[in-house]
């Protein structure tokens, strides 16, 4: 089991960049993909990036393929997503999540962190 916290959330302008942190609690931090989900109001939530336990690949949403970035340093046990040039449309509460221990990225998401809030102002 592995429990997920979210931070550096805030307020941007657009056109400007934020990176999120998700730290991990456990001894068994490399063994999981993670992936960062996001949630607007009224809207679903979706897959926004995605890596592997190693980290060695990762997977992006079209919406932000080539502005965000996602990478893990599995000695501290955190997963990073570094946005850039954000938009308004970008705002949205964001959820690291990590699907069971040494599963992959296409299994269901089974921890969840409590999420953070991105907002872009225009």
């Known amino acids: 089991q592995v429990q997920l916290v979210e931070s550096g959330g805030g307020l941007v302008q657009a056109g400007g960049s934020l990176r999120l942190s998700c730290a991990a609690s456990?001894?068994?931090?490399?063994?999981?993909?993670m992936g960062w989900f996001r949630q607007a109001p009224g809207r679903e939530r979706e897959l926004v990036a995605r890596?592997?336990?190693?980290?060695?690949?990762?997977d992006y949403a079209n919406s932000v393929q080539g502005r965000f970035t996602i990478s893990r340093d599995n000695a501290k046990n955190t997963v990073y997503l570094q946005m850039n040039k954000l938009k308004p449309e970008d705002t949205a509460v964001y959820y690291c999540?990590?699907?069971?221990?040494?599963?992959?990225?296409?299994?269901?998401?089974?921890?969840w962190g409590q999420g953070t809030q991105v907002t872009v102002s225009s």
């Open positions: 890596i592997t336990s190693s980290g060695l690949t990762t």
């Open positions: 456990g001894r068994t931090f490399s063994h999981y993909a």
């Open positions: 999540a990590a699907p069971r221990e040494g599963g992959s990225w296409y299994d269901e998401y089974r921890y």
